[in-house]
């Protein structure tokens, strides 16, 4: 089976709103069905669990039937950081499915994943045992210094860098076993997978991402999703 564990448990501190970013409303819906509709049309998508934040449970049921997400089976409280978010949901998995059972985590506020997106990590999965989403850089990219913020170090060779985006494709027993470690090394603040495997000495496998895949951190970000939204539809663009 194939379950998509999808993160929204975080309070949107950078969004400064009334409500969490992944529930405000962008052309009367809110960005997290967005992101539900996305797993919810991927034929290899068997189930979806969603970490909310504690409160939000009954309006997430009751989105879900609005928009008609079927593969919801599980909502459960995430924690006080994104780790124990995603922990607090393998625990949930773990408990009903099995250890080779296939976990695809994403961001509940990246809305725009694309079918291909999330494809090619069930590919990169069965080629490589694990998958991230990560993107070229297309940028010059300078390191500075400690309280140098307007001079730059060094610069890096972008040829040679990746930005991590969101699916990461793990077997459920290797990500479940990967948090208890990170638990017991007393890890406890590294949501990416792909951090956390490597602070555990294990290699991270890229697959296709995509700048459209954006997260939504910023009430800018809402205007880029809404005007991405809108331009969906271009035929114009290859
Ligand atoms: N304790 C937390 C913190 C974050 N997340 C989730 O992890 C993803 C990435 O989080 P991010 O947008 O970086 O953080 P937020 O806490 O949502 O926002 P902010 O940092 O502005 O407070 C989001 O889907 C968010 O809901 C979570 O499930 N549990
Ligand atoms: C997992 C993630 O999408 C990066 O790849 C996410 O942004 C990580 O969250 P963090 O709390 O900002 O580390």
Not at 47 to 66: F, H, M, P, R, T
Not at 101 to 125: A, C, M, W
Not at 133 to 162: H, Q, W
Request: proline share 3%; with cysteine.
């Amino acid at each position: 089976m194939n379950i998509a564990l999808l993160t929204a448990s975080g309070t949107g501190t950078r969004t400064n709103q009334d409500i969490p970013k992944q529930f405000i409303h962008v052309d009367n819906k809110p960005i997290l069905i967005y992101t539900l509709e996305a797993f919810q049309k991927h034929p290899n998508i068997d189930e979806i669990c969603v970490v909310v934040l504690n409160g939000w449970e009954k309006i997430l049921w009751a989105y879900a039937k609005q928009f008609g997400i079927t593969k919801l089976k599980y909502v459960i409280n995430g924690g006080s950081t994104g780790q124990e978010s995603i922990y607090n949901g393998l625990i949930e998995l773990k408990a009903s499915l099995s250890e080779d059972d296939v976990i695809i985590i994403h961001d509940g506020n990246r809305p725009l994943v694309s079918q291909e997106i999330i494809t090619d990590s069930f590919v990169k999965y069965q080629q490589f045992g694990s998958a991230v989403a990560a993107i070229p850089c297309t940028e010059v990219v300078f390191v500075i210094d400690v309280g140098k913020t307007n001079e730059s170090m060094k610069s890096i060779n972008r040829d040679y860098l990746r930005r991590t985006q969101t699916p990461h494709t793990y077997k459920l027993g290797e990500i479940y076993a990967a948090h208890e470690e990170a638990n017991k090394l007393g890890i406890i603040n590294m949501a990416a997978s792909c951090s956390l495997m490597e602070a555990l000495g294990k290699p991270t496998f890229f697959s296709l991402g995509s700048e459209k895949n954006l997260k939504i951190s910023t009430v800018e970000d809402i205007q880029i999703f809404r005007a991405l939204l809108y331009s969906k539809n271009d035929d114009w663009i290859k």
